[in-house]
């Protein structure tokens, strides 16, 4: 009996494109610990179980425009170069991915700058290196290591290590003989369950660079590319919030030079990221902000900004004001009690020089200055770290000193008390400072009166005595104090005594 088969379709079945190179899945996409090209490629060949040179030479070099040498790949391609996007593509072509550009920094291309951006050599965090050995995943390099800004892990929060700790060479990002996790010079494993050498040497500031980039990558595949568009719109959101639309302020509290600040501001250029990420840390904008264009306007991201602007108020800047503003703030001031300096008023209102008050009004600012200067409180003319002295100390200083026989000049008391000048003391005394010039003159006037009758009497002496004998016999101590006599008698004198007495040469007349 024949037996009944079923029919057979003869129609052809569809098989898959076959991809050229084995289809591996990248590590860790979506997350920070998301792998890079380089380490990709370094896997690829480890499938293929050939060296990274050989897959390059005899695979892929045909597709890469301008290829010199497989020894000379950077980790440039992990960036945002136009190179990374070569690479991207010729990987994605033979291994039939579609998401091969989230192990490079492309989908940020927009918002980051090659420069400062991509490291030159191979760095590594040894334990997370151990960690996956010890769990039995596969080991790779992770996209974080080759960025430079990055210095730490945040998942162990330990300092990457650059040299071998075997042969302690430092090691290229890729070489021809490079494995995962291994010295591709001396082919060591690299890894460690003990913290590395440097521990304790990670400051906060590189903690938050690590865990700011982790988050940009965990994000990579919902980027935008309109970087300078969403710098802009957050910089103009928190210029708008923070400091009443002062950009120079906000360039101020965010550390960085007013002229870079403003032309991110005005989107007229993107960051180059060591700069970006020193304003995003002193602002506390987290660069996921930049990203996505939204600022964080929840209770705890206000708070961080207000902290953050406060610290920098407290160094001096203040919003804007308009002429208005100004006017008003002056109009206060001229009437305050005690009267404060133009200069302090300045200081309060966020400026270094007072100019722009004077632009506003510069009537009210005279009027300060007056009121100012009336009020004696001024410290120009006092000596730097001088204490404020009360009138009464002023006084008895001056009373004492036109007790004297002989008072001590305006300006010697004026300098023991701290002044620079004598003005502070005759603007408050005029009549004491006077009565003290007038004695002084007076007690001057008596003194050269008794030398030159003391002068007269030593000519007629014979022998006739020195200068010194003569000066001795008045009272004072040295030859010093004569300038006061009469000049005429003191140069007869001089030369009688010297004709006749001792060669004096010294005494000059
Ligand atoms: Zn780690
Ligand atoms: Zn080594």
């Keep these: 009996m024949q037996p009944n088969f079923d029919s057979w379709d003869l129609t052809p079945v569809a098989i898959p494109v076959r991809s050229r190179l084995h289809s591996i899945e990248p590590i860790g996409v979506g997350t920070p610990?998301?792998?890079?090209?380089?380490?990709?490629?370094?896997?690829?060949?480890?499938?293929?179980?050939?060296?990274?040179?050989?897959?390059?030479?005899?695979?892929?070099?045909?597709?890469?425009?301008?290829?010199?040498?497989?020894?000379?790949?950077?980790?440039?391609?992990?960036?945002?170069?136009?190179?990374?996007?070569?690479?991207?593509?010729?990987?994605?072509?033979?291994?039939?991915?579609?998401?091969?550009?989230?192990?490079?920094?492309?989908?940020?291309?927009?918002?980051?700058?090659?420069?400062?951006?991509?490291?030159?050599?191979?760095?590594?965090?040894?334990?997370?290196?151990?960690?996956?050995?010890?769990?039995?995943?596969?080991?790779?390099?992770?996209?974080?290591?080759?960025?430079?800004?990055?210095?730490?892990?945040?998942?162990?929060?330990?300092?990457?290590?650059?040299?071998?700790?075997?042969?302690?060479?430092?090691?290229?990002?890729?070489?021809?003989?490079?494995?995962?996790?291994?010295?591709?010079?001396?082919?060591?494993?690299?890894?460690?369950?003990?913290?590395?050498?440097?521990?304790?040497?990670?400051?906060?500031?590189?903690?938050?660079?690590?865990?700011?980039?982790?988050?940009?990558?965990?994000?990579?595949?919902?980027?935008?590319?309109?970087?300078?568009?969403?710098?802009?719109?957050?910089?103009?959101?928190?210029?708008?919030?923070?400091?009443?639309?002062?950009?120079?302020?906000?360039?101020?509290?965010?550390?960085?030079?007013?002229?870079?600040?403003?032309?991110?501001?005005?989107?007229?250029?993107?960051?180059?990221?060591?700069?970006?990420?020193?304003?995003?840390?002193?602002?506390?904008?987290?660069?996921?902000?930049?990203?996505?264009?939204?600022?964080?306007?929840?209770?705890?991201?206000?708070?961080?900004?207000?902290?953050?602007?406060?610290?920098?108020?407290?160094c001096g800047v203040f919003p804007q004001r308009n002429t208005d503003q100004i006017r008003a703030a002056l109009l206060l001031a001229s009437e305050e009690q005690p009267a404060p300096s133009i200069s302090e008023v300045a200081r309060r209102l966020g400026y270094t020089t007072a100019t722009r008050l004077y632009v506003a009004d510069s009537n009210t600012c005279k009027l300060i200055v007056r009121n100012f200067n009336e009020s004696g409180r001024g410290h120009w003319w006092r000596k730097r770290g001088a204490k404020f002295l009360d009138d009464s100390v002023i006084r008895r200083a001056l009373d004492e000193s036109l007790a004297l026989e002989m008072p001590l000049p305006v300006n010697r008391s004026a300098k023991s008390l701290g002044f620079e000048t004598e003005s502070p003391l005759t603007a408050r005394f005029p009549d004491l400072c006077l009565a003290i010039k007038a004695k002084r003159t007076n007690v001057q006037v008596a003194r050269r009166i008794m030398a030159a009758s003391a002068l007269k009497a030593a000519l007629s002496e014979d022998p006739p005595p020195t200068v010194e004998q003569v000066a001795a016999r008045l009272g004072y101590a040295s030859r010093n104090t004569t300038h006061i006599w009469e000049p005429k008698a003191l140069g007869a004198l001089g030369n009688v005594s010297r004709r006749n007495i001792a060669p004096h040469s010294q005494f000059q007349a």
């Design 33 to 314: 610990f998301v792998e890079s090209l380089t380490g990709y490629m370094i896997r690829l060949a480890a499938a293929h179980a050939v060296r990274v040179s050989d897959l390059i030479e005899h695979e892929l070099r045909a597709s890469i425009p301008y290829f010199h040498s497989a020894a000379k790949i950077p980790n440039a391609i992990n960036g945002v170069n136009e190179n990374a996007r070569n690479w991207v593509s010729t990987f994605e072509r033979f291994t039939l991915r579609d998401n091969l550009q989230l192990l490079t920094l492309l989908p940020f291309a927009s918002l980051l700058k090659t420069p400062c951006l991509i490291r030159r050599e191979r760095a590594w965090c040894p334990r997370c290196y151990e960690s996956r050995r010890a769990q039995g995943h596969d080991v790779y390099e992770q996209l974080l290591w080759s960025l430079r800004p990055v210095a730490v892990c945040p998942l162990h929060n330990t300092p990457l290590e650059n040299a071998c700790p075997t042969c302690h060479r430092r090691l290229r990002p890729l070489r021809a003989v490079s494995r995962p996790g291994l010295c591709s010079r001396c082919h060591q494993w690299l890894g460690s369950p003990q913290p590395p050498t440097q521990q304790g040497r990670q400051t906060d500031y590189q903690t938050w660079v690590a865990q700011q980039f982790g988050q940009l990558l965990e994000i990579a595949a919902f980027a935008q590319p309109n970087g300078k568009e969403n710098i802009q719109k957050v910089l103009i959101g928190y210029v708008g919030s923070f400091s009443a639309g002062n950009r120079s302020a906000m360039a101020e509290a965010a550390g960085c030079r007013r002229t870079s600040f403003c032309s991110w501001y005005k989107g007229a250029s993107t960051a180059r990221v060591d700069l970006l990420l020193r304003m995003c840390h002193e602002l506390r904008i987290e660069l996921t902000s930049l990203v996505t264009g939204t600022i964080p306007m929840d209770p705890e991201a206000v708070a961080r900004a207000e902290v953050a602007m406060q610290a920098r108020r407290r």
